[in-house]
């Protein structure tokens, strides 16, 4: 039992650090977003905001197929 409750933990512990930064992620995202509806912005400006957009999706993804616990992926659907 205490071997089960502490794998618990641990599993629980990488769960949790995983979304922390997806959190985090997410609102930066939320702060792009709402710059880029900033009608003072140019075309160019849209498009770096958007690219760095982009590159925070992707590193959530990537967030999700990685984060795993014993061979178990704990965010990604296909776990």
């Known amino acids: 039992a205490s071997t089960n409750a502490g ?3 641990s599993l629980l512990q990488i769960a949790e ?3 922390g930064q997806v959190s985090d992620i997410l609102v930066r995202m939320k702060s792009l ?3 880029a509806s900033s009608g003072q912005l140019s075309n160019t400006d849209r498009s770096t905001l958007n690219a760095e957009f982009v590159a925070l999706r992707n ?3 990537r ?3 990685d984060t795993e616990f014993n ?3 704990l965010i990604n659907a296909s776990g």
């Open 7 to 9: 794998q618990a933990v």
């Open 63 to 65: 967030i999700a197929d």
């Open 33 to 35: 977003a709402v710059q």
């Open 59 to 61: 590193e959530i993804d």
């Open 17 to 19: 650090g995983a979304m």
């Open 71 to 73: 061979g178990t992926k």
